[in-house]
């Protein structure tokens, strides 16, 4: 994401400070697929535009990491989210600059005299706005946002622009994100509504603002104006994922090929054909049934680079191939989210198969720690 040491990337430059021609270009790179660089070090590098697959992969990880995003302010690492099971709750502002205060070991009030307290609240702000764009980013570039990612009342007050005091913030809708927070006594509207807002939205304006200013790319456009008349719910459903992940859902998108020389055909043979329909299904049944869903997001991790099915893009191609032999592991490309099988398909064998695709799963899991957030 940056050439730049001086910490002027995509994710972090101030669009208001920049000019029309950076601007244009920080706009066009985070509406785009992402360009990265392969190669080692010794062999020089190499560029390659994504096609899917890896920037799926690093945007799992980056909001796996996000509820552990922190800043860090003198000794102390101040986190910048609070987790909750519906989703990241930023921290409030006030608490921000108490826990900022207490790690220089000053008053809250005496904050903003402090050498480097400015410098540390900034760059709280950056991360807040960088946390943003990678939301855009991911949309744009056609990958729904997790379920968890953030409670409904921020889904429906950034990318919506309903404040919980507004009529056209349904009071089933509201009651229902109030809910997820664990907030009881709901049962005066009007006084819930304002202290839903006085808490959770202007209680942290400033960095509700800054993930606004990530998603509007600095307020180039307004999300919400892409969804007038659309209700909450609808909005939910177009850009984040189901908060479930069933084996029926997988089976639904699956779909068969097989390459022989080279060339894709749809027509399988019976062994095929029985593995595709029967064998692979019953095996994500056996382990829904044994582990919820923990094997079926594995499984789609494996696939896809995603723990949760992309509706944007739901297909997944399972495609019998020339492996090598009979018994070789599944391959997976994230890229087109396609699983390939020996042409043999483990005689569509329910336990051959358990065993080559776990082993596979498992030998591909590797460590996600060299991506970061910080």
Same mark, same amino acid.
């Given at each position: 994401?940056?050439k730049d040491?001086?910490?002027?990337s ?6 208001a ?6 601007q ?8 785009? /697929?992402?360009e990265w660089? #392969?190669?080692a070090?010794? !062999? ?5 535009? &994504?096609?899917?697959?890896l920037? @799926?992969?690093f945007l799992?990880?980056v909001?796996?990491?996000a ?6 302010s003198?000794t102390?690492?101040v ?10 709750v ?5 608490i921000?600059?108490?826990n ?7 008053k ?20 807040y706005?960088a946390?943003g764009?990678?939301m855009?980013?991911s949309?744009?570039?056609n990958h729904?946002?997790?379920?968890n ?5 921020y ?14 913030? /349904?009071?089933t809708e509201? #009651?229902?994100?109030?809910? !997820?927070?664990?907030?009881?006594a709901? &049962?005066?509207?009007?006084?819930i @509504?304002l ?14 603002y ?12 307004e999300?919400?104006d ?13 850009l984040?994922?189901s908060?479930?992940v ?6 639904m998108?699956?779909k ?15 062994i095929?054909d029985t593995?595709?329909?029967?064998t ?10 044994a582990?919820?869903?923990?094997f ?8 896809t680079g995603?723990?949760?099915i ?11 191939e ?5 018994t070789?592991l ?11 099988f020996?042409?043999e398909?483990?005689d569509a ?9 776990g082993?596979?799963?498992e030998?591909?899991?590797?460590d996600a ?6």
């Amino acid at each position: 994401w940056s050439k730049d040491p001086d910490d002027k990337s995509y994710l972090f430059i101030n669009l208001a400070d920049a000019n029309f021609k950076v601007q244009t270009k920080v706009c066009r790179a985070l509406l785009s /697929p992402a360009e990265w660089n #392969f190669g080692a070090a010794m !062999e020089g590098v190499e560029k390659g535009i &994504d096609e899917g697959g890896l920037t @799926r992969a690093f945007l799992e990880s980056v909001w796996q990491q996000a509820g552990k995003l922190s800043v860090k302010s003198n000794t102390t690492l101040v986190a910048l989210f609070e987790e909750e099971a519906c989703g990241l709750v930023p921290t409030p502002d006030e608490i921000l600059r108490f826990n900022v205060a207490c790690s220089f070991n000053v008053k809250v009030g005496e904050l903003d005299g402090t050498d480097g307290a400015f410098e540390v609240l900034e760059k709280a702000q950056q991360l807040y706005r960088a946390f943003g764009r990678l939301m855009i980013h991911s949309l744009a570039t056609n990958h729904i946002l997790p379920w968890n990612l953030l409670p409904g009342i921020y889904r429906a007050y950034l990318i919506g622009g309903k404040m919980p005091t507004e009529p056209d913030y /349904p009071s089933t809708e509201l #009651f229902s994100h109030l809910k !997820e927070l664990n907030w009881r006594a709901l &049962d005066d509207d009007d006084n819930i @509504r304002l202290h839903a807002k006085n808490n959770l939205i202007e209680g942290r304006s400033k960095c509700l603002y800054s993930i606004h200013q990530g998603l509007t790319l600095d307020d180039q456009f307004e999300l919400q104006d892409f969804f007038v008349g659309r209700d909450i719910q609808v909005v939910d459903g177009i850009l984040f994922a189901s908060p479930d992940v069933t084996a029926a859902m997988i089976i639904m998108n699956l779909k068969g090929c097989k390459m022989v020389e080279n060339a894709r055909i749809d027509h399988l043979d019976p062994i095929q054909d029985t593995f595709l329909k029967e064998t692979l299904p019953c095996l994500l049944r056996r382990k829904e049934a044994a582990s919820g869903s923990e094997f079926l997001r594995a499984f789609l991790r494996h696939v896809t680079g995603l723990s949760y099915i992309n509706r944007g893009k739901p297909t997944i191609d399972i495609c019998f191939e020339q492996l090598g032999s009979q018994t070789a592991l599944p391959v997976a490309h994230t890229c087109e989210q396609q699983l390939s099988f020996p042409l043999e398909a483990y005689d569509a064998n329910v336990e051959s198969l358990a065993y080559y695709l776990g082993k596979a799963i498992e030998y591909s899991a590797g460590d996600a720690s060299g991506i970061t957030m910080t």
